[in-house]
């Protein structure tokens, strides 16, 4: 198959979007499959390259480093998604935004009677921190934010999600294209429970104590990660020997750092910066206890990376996260955005060590059901299905066109439509 990918953020970003988008094309192309991307490119100049067998083509961007550290907006991008639908020629399209080149790629998908699937990663409260009297103005722009999201989605031929909470946030907000769930997955040959990590050597050499309870977040360092709310809860700790490791990049980091330093948490919360993939299945298996405290999570592949290492997992009860965690099996959720309840629910997990391990376990055994072949099996399923109805309606329209054809020509006139 030819498969087109779509979407406003693309690999090397961390955010979820981006490592499932990357993950998917390149888990299609070493399938077999020909896949081509279209990605803003982060450096502002349209060039085109190939990364592990998937062609990437980026329109000309402009940086909104004022907005976000990383954001970009395409512009122009016209010209550069034409010429690749005419060289691609893709079967099918597969969006992940509503943004403004998802919309010119639907766009020109529809010129061409190409079928068009999107897999929704948007929340309103994804971008609540950047949005200037966003508690005041909240139903506004709720309303607004979805109605612009639905007015695109709701033109596909099919809408995945990522989870059951992600298929009832998009019905109660009135989609009504078909949904299918697929997981984001995970890749279990990559993360998983390795007993060979020499968990010691490893905390040092990121730095951390050797034999602290530790606790750890790896991914995206932003505001609506409310990674805070962990600080806050941990200043209240009276287990000391508990230490929070915080690993990646993000727009959030100064205002972390300035937090822990005043709560003098200087020697209990580490800043790792970025963690290479080569480097995080190790760091995974020398914490005791992965952290989730976001409230706008739709899955959560970091999570789902940590499970994979069998740790138990400290997460917010939001959205999504407790599908994947529950209460006291695989680890404790907390009330979202409370800091006493993520102290409490915090303080009484780390006085159970001994229930670790069987957390961690219990980790696994979910992770496995979002390994990703079943994901890769299922996507495949879905593009040939909308592949195979795209190609009979079509191939009606024309049967029907060129009948109503002869039929007027047989009356002594013609007409010149288009199906």
Known sequence: MRILMTGTTYAPALNGQAV??????????AKGHSVAVLAPSEDGPAHENVINGVRIAHPPT?????????????????????ELFDRFCPQVVHIHDHYPLSWSVVQAARRRHIPVIGTNHF????????????????????????????HLYNTLDFVTVQSRTAGEILTRQRLHRPLHLLSCGVD???????????QQAVRRRFGLHPTAHLLL?????????????????????????????????GAGLT????????LRLDERVHFLGYVPDEEKRGLLNSADIFVMPSDAELLSIATLEAMACGRPVLAARAQALPELVTDGE???????????????????LLSRPQAWPGMGAASRQRAEAHGWPGVLAGYTRLYEEVIQR???????????????KKAERSRGFSVNRTS
Request: proline share 5%; aromatic share 10%.
């Open 330 to 348: 695989n680890g404790r959720l907390f009330r979202a955005n409370d800091v006493d309840d993520a102290a409490a629910v915090l303080a009484e």
């Open 390 to 404: 795209s190609s009979v309606s079509t191939g009606l329209a024309h049967k029907y066109l060129s009948i109503e």
């Open 123 to 150: 929340m309103p409260e994804n971008l609540a921190p950047y949005l200037p009297l966003w508690e005041s103005g909240q139903p506004l722009y709720r309303a607004v934010l979805w109605r612009w999201m639905l």
């Open 62 to 82: 402009l940086r909104l480093t004022h907005w976000h550290p990383s954001a970009v907006f395409p512009f122009a991008s016209g010209p550069v998604v034409n």
């Open 217 to 249: 977040y790896v991914g995206r360092v932003d505001d609506e990660k409310r990674l805070d709310v962990l600080i806050r809860a941990l200043a209240r700790s009276r287990n000391t020997e508990s230490h929070l490791a915080i690993g990646g990049r």
């Open 20 to 29: 499932f988008m990357a993950n998917l094309s390149e888990g299609l192309a």
């Open 188 to 198: 279990l040959s990559e993360f998983y429970v390795d007993c060979a990590v020499d």
């Open 255 to 262: 205002a972390l750092r300035s937090l822990a330093s005043q």
